[in-house]
């Protein structure tokens, strides 16, 4: 990704919107030529709806997604667009942010989660969606191991999944 940019203070025509994405583009510098992989893609995620992505095979969904964690491969260059989160009611430019630094630690897993295609490659055998949960809970909500056991029950009850007693 280029050069961090600047961090929006503006909060005016930010409205309910907890997300906006506006003409992001991205491209993939590969060693034969330039792959553009998202072009000028612009939306809005409003707080309490779902919104969903949708194009055939290729046309960037997962690139865009990956890009509002910053977890896009090396090669992968923004060249155009902003991405601005809500975070406790202050927008944040994300690709401001460093590709490692304290705040995009806070928002992965916290604020913003993804959930990765393939489950045959992305799902750990040894790590259970509820230790995952768990995990989650303990660094982003500072829980103690009881505290974030009974929170990851309560949720999966809430969601009709049966837990794993330990
Ligand atoms: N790490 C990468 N290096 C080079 N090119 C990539 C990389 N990741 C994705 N691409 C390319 O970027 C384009 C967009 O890929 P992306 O994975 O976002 O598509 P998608 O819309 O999620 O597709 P699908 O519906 O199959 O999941 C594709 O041409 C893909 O080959
Ligand atoms: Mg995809």
């Known amino acids: 990704m280029t050069t961090p940019q600047t961090i929006v203070h503006d909060h ?14 991205i491209d993939f510098h590969l060693r034969q030529h330039i792959l553009h992989a998202v072009r000028d893609v612009t939306f809005d995620l409003h ?79 040894v790590h259970t969606i509820g230790d995952q949960i768990i995990e989650a809970l303990r660094l982003h909500r500072n829980m103690k191991q009881a505290e974030a056991r009974a929170e990851r029950s309560a949720c999966c009850r809430r969601w009709k999944y049966r837990t794993r007693k330990r």
């Open 47 to 125: 707080r309490g709806k779902t919104l969903a992505l949708v194009g055939e095979s290729g046309s960037g969904k997962s690139v865009t997604a990956r890009s509002l964690l910053k977890i896009v491969d090396r090669a992968a260059r923004m060249t155009s667009g902003t991405i601005v989160l809500d975070t406790d009611g202050k927008p944040v430019d994300i690709h401001a942010l460093a590709d490692e630094g304290k705040e995009i630690r806070a928002i992965r897993g916290g604020r913003v989660s993804l959930i990765f295609q393939e489950p045959m490659s992305s799902l750990s055998p």
């Open 12 to 25: 005016e025509g930010f409205g309910d919107a907890v997300l906006q994405v506006k003409n992001l583009s």
